[in-house]
Each structure stands twice: as structure tokens, then as C-alpha cells.
């Protein structure tokens, strides 16, 4: 186990140079420290993401981690290099972290990145945990490094070629038979007193696409078991689903003053050895003669 855990921890400790080396460098790499000079009176420079996590309930959905790093805390039996996606301020993260595994965070939004670096000091300190600003849908990382990989309610976020992008990105980070756990947004999450469906410029997200009224920069895009099979299966396997739900973000209740709820699908998967990819391609060659 001692070995086990060096090995890790020496493949974290060099993971900015690796990750230059892939042509990801630059100042969006955030391997111990973020932009200290940030201040609070700073927040209406911010993105939308930004001012809610460094807003006064920045902890959009409290502390305890969410249905993906509860599913990883109980499946990963020994250390692990895990890539929460989407990080946020950092609740799955520091759970996984204090369970022993190592974590590279990556989120679209600086104020996610500032607000992880308050919740993860001490383990950016012993090299246990990094921290990167930057659009998984634009960023590729080391191939087949992470034992896992973990994006909590982030996919119905970007649109179908982004999201599919993202999955590409994915499957090139995470090890053959490396874990991918994910969470997307139900149809059945759609409030039609919050949201309104839209028509997107990608046919295939027509049907699928909301906004909120009051903020409509804030894009969802539902998920069901057939979208995720869509964007899955052709590099994932053992495909399994799990419904669930948590409140949509702290201080948002409905007409009753009750909170509002989430609904999402989570999916596990696992990513294809070699093996089982040719024989897929090897299925679909087969399909296309036939």
C-alpha cells in the first residue's frame, strides 16, 4: 500500500509539468496557488458562477459531497488520482481528499477555483490536491492518468457538441477500466415557474434546452437514459442509472417558500480496454457491410 501511495503522489507532484507538456500551460494553471490579490469587492468583476459560490451562500449545495463523490468514497478501495469536473467549491473534492485519494479540480469559473483553494489549502500544500481554471470542453489532459473521474451536475450545462467534446476529453484522461461517474438534469427537473424551453441552434438539443427566466445565460440541457447511452457507449461500458435529487441551490424556494428541488439521473460507467473498443469498431465495421 506504502508503494501504491508514492507512486500517486509522485504522479501528482509533477502533474502541472505533464500537463504543459500536453500543450495545457500558461497562467490557467493553478497548481498551488490562485490570484491572492482577489478581493471581496471584486465580486461584480466576476462570471455568474463566480459571484454565486463568493456570494454570502457560496455553498450552493452545503458541505456533504454529492451523489457522485458518495458513489467513488464507497467504491475506490485504495488511494486513487481522481478529476472532479466541474469542481465548484470543492465539496467532493475535499471528501475524496480526506478519504486518502488525490484530486485534480478543473472548473470553467475563476471564482470556483478561488473558492476549492479556501477549502482545499492544507491538501494543495502536501501536493495532494490540484487546481486548474479552464473549459473542459477546450482542454485535453495527460491521456490515461486518472483512475476516475467525476463531474456532479455539470454536463447539462453545454450544449450536445460540447458536452460530447467533454466526453471525449474524459475517456482520453481516465485509465482503461477507470471509473466515470456523472450526474445531468432530468426532463422531469424542467419548474415551469423558474424555466422556459428554448429552441437551439444544434436540432439535436431541441426538446432538451431550458432557461431560466430571470438569468437566461443559465442554459440547461435535460438528460435521460438514452442521451447518456448516446454519448457514452461508444467508449464506456457497464453502463448503470440512478435517480436522485438534492436542492437546486441554497436560498431558491418555490411560491410555498419551500426549496426547491433537483432532479437528476446519475450515471456509473467504466472505460473500455483495448480489447473491448476494437471489438466495438469491429461490430460497427460488421454493421456498416452489412
Same mark, same amino acid.
Given at each position: 500500500?506504502?508503494?501504491?501511495?508514492?507512486?500517486?503522489?509522485?504522479?501528482?507532484?509533477?502533474?502541472?509539468?505533464?500537463?504543459?507538456?500536453?500543450?495545457?500551460?500558461?497562467?490557467?494553471?493553478?497548481?498551488?496557488?490562485?490570484?491572492?490579490?482577489?478581493?471581496?469587492?471584486?465580486?461584480?468583476?466576476?462570471?455568474?458562477?463566480?459571484? &454565486?459560490?463568493?456570494?454570502? #451562500?457560496?455553498?450552493?449545495? @452545503?458541505?456533504?459531497? %454529492? /451523489?457522485?463523490?458518495?458513489?467513488?468514497? +464507497?467504491?475506490?478501495?485504495?488511494?486513487?488520482?481522481?478529476?472532479?469536473?466541474?469542481?465548484?467549491?470543492?465539496?467532493?473534492?475535499?471528501?475524496?481528499?480526506?478519504?486518502?485519494?488525490?484530486?485534480?479540480?478543473?472548473?470553467?469559473?475563476?471564482?470556483?477555483?478561488?473558492?476549492?483553494?479556501?477549502?482545499?489549502?492544507?491538501?494543495?500544500?502536501?501536493?495532494?490536491?490540484?487546481?486548474?481554471?479552464?473549459?473542459?470542453?477546450?482542454?485535453?489532459?495527460?491521456?490515461?492518468?486518472?483512475?476516475?473521474?467525476?463531474?456532479?451536475?455539470?454536463?447539462?450545462?453545454?450544449?450536445?457538441?460540447?458536452?460530447?467534446?467533454?466526453?471525449?476529453?474524459?475517456?482520453?484522461?481516465?485509465?482503461?477500466?477507470?471509473?466515470?461517474?456523472?450526474?445531468?438534469? &432530468?426532463?422531469?427537473?424542467? #419548474?415551469?415557474?423558474?424555466? @422556459?424551453?428554448?429552441? %437551439? /441552434?444544434?436540432?439535436?438539443?431541441?426538446? +432538451?434546452?431550458?432557461?431560466?427566466?430571470?438569468?437566461?445565460?443559465?442554459?440547461?440541457?435535460?438528460?435521460?437514459?438514452?442521451?447518456?447511452?448516446?454519448?457514452?457507449?461508444?467508449?464506456?461500458?457497464?453502463?448503470?442509472?440512478?435517480?436522485?435529487?438534492?436542492?437546486?441551490?441554497?436560498?431558491?424556494?418555490?411560491?410555498?417558500?419551500?426549496?426547491?428541488?433537483?432532479?437528476?439521473?446519475?450515471?456509473?460507467?467504466?472505460?473500455?480496454?483495448?480489447?473491448?473498443?476494437?471489438?466495438?469498431?469491429?461490430?460497427?465495421?460488421?454493421?456498416?457491410?452489412?
Amino acid at each position: 500500500m506504502t508503494m501504491k501511495i508514492t507512486a500517486k503522489a509522485l504522479a501528482l507532484s509533477d502533474i502541472v509539468t505533464r500537463l504543459q507538456e500536453s500543450g495545457f500551460a500558461g497562467d490557467s494553471i493553478k497548481d498551488i496557488k490562485v490570484n491572492v490579490s482577489w478581493k471581496p469587492e471584486l465580486l461584480d468583476e466576476m462570471d455568474n458562477w463566480g459571484k &454565486r459560490y463568493l456570494g454570502e #451562500n457560496g455553498h450552493l449545495w @452545503k458541505d456533504e459531497p %454529492s /451523489k457522485c463523490g458518495e458513489f467513488l468514497l +464507497n467504491a475506490l478501495k485504495e488511494p486513487s488520482l481522481i478529476l472532479d469536473l466541474g469542481c465548484g467549491y470543492g465539496r467532493d473534492s475535499k471528501a475524496l481528499l480526506k478519504q486518502g485519494h488525490y484530486v485534480l479540480g478543473i472548473d470553467k469559473s475563476e471564482g470556483a477555483i478561488i473558492a476549492s483553494e479556501k477549502e482545499l489549502r492544507d491538501y494543495i500544500d502536501e501536493k495532494k490536491a490540484f487546481l486548474i481554471s479552464g473549459d473542459f470542453a477546450k482542454t485535453s489532459l495527460i491521456k490515461n492518468n486518472f483512475d476516475a473521474v467525476l463531474s456532479h451536475r455539470m454536463l447539462h450545462l453545454p450544449n450536445t457538441e460540447d458536452a460530447r467534446t467533454i466526453i471525449d476529453n474524459i475517456a482520453a484522461a481516465l485509465k482503461p477500466g477507470g471509473t466515470l461517474v456523472l450526474t445531468a438534469r &432530468r426532463h422531469d427537473d424542467f #419548474n415551469k415557474e423558474q424555466m @422556459k424551453w428554448v429552441n %437551439s /441552434k444544434n436540432s439535436n438539443d431541441n426538446g +432538451n434546452t431550458a432557461v431560466y427566466k430571470d438569468r437566461p445565460q443559465h442554459q440547461i440541457n435535460f438528460y435521460d437514459e438514452d442521451r447518456f447511452r448516446n454519448v457514452l457507449s461508444e467508449q464506456f461500458t457497464d453502463l448503470s442509472f440512478e435517480p436522485g435529487e438534492e436542492i437546486e441551490s441554497v436560498g431558491n424556494y418555490d411560491e410555498n417558500g419551500k426549496p426547491v428541488m433537483s432532479q437528476f439521473l446519475r450515471v456509473t460507467a467504466r472505460k473500455k480496454n483495448a480489447e473491448e473498443t476494437q471489438e466495438s469498431t469491429n461490430q460497427d465495421l460488421d454493421t456498416l457491410e452489412a
